[in-house]
């Protein structure tokens, strides 16, 4: 079994910053590029930054400049700094683990952007 938790999502007001973190545990031998993703109702859910292994890293065009992502390889854990966060910012946010032949998910967290 592969488990990601995560953690850090909640309500902010626009411009504000939050700290997004994901661990992932059980069988992984494979592990590969970590990221996050985001979704909201009636949309596709959307890459928004990726890391991979030897710490490679993309970021969707509408995040660069305000998002950070990292990583720790010896504990298997991914964090995502959001920085001057706006209310299209706001969706569920889900983190990632590439194995060899299957991409696990975590639960997703919330991250609201209001005034």
């Known amino acids: 079994q592969v488990q990601l938790v995560e953690s850090g999502g909640g309500g902010v007001q626009p411009g504000g910053s939050l700290r997004l973190s994901c661990a992932a545990s059980?069988?992984?031998?494979?592990?590969?590029?970590m990221g996050w993703f985001r979704q909201v109702p009636g949309k596709q859910r959307e890459m928004v930054a990726r890391i991979t292994s030897g710490g490679s890293i993309t970021y969707r065009d509408s995040v660069k400049g305000r998002f950070t992502i990292s990583r720790d390889n010896a504990k298997n854990m991914v964090y995502l700094q959001m920085n001057s966060l706006k209310p299209e910012d706001t969706a569920v946010y889900y983190c990632s683990l590439e194995a060899r032949r299957v991409t696990y998910w975590g639960q997703g967290t919330q991250v609201t952007v209001s005034s």
């Open positions: 059980g069988s992984i031998f494979s592990i590969g590029a």
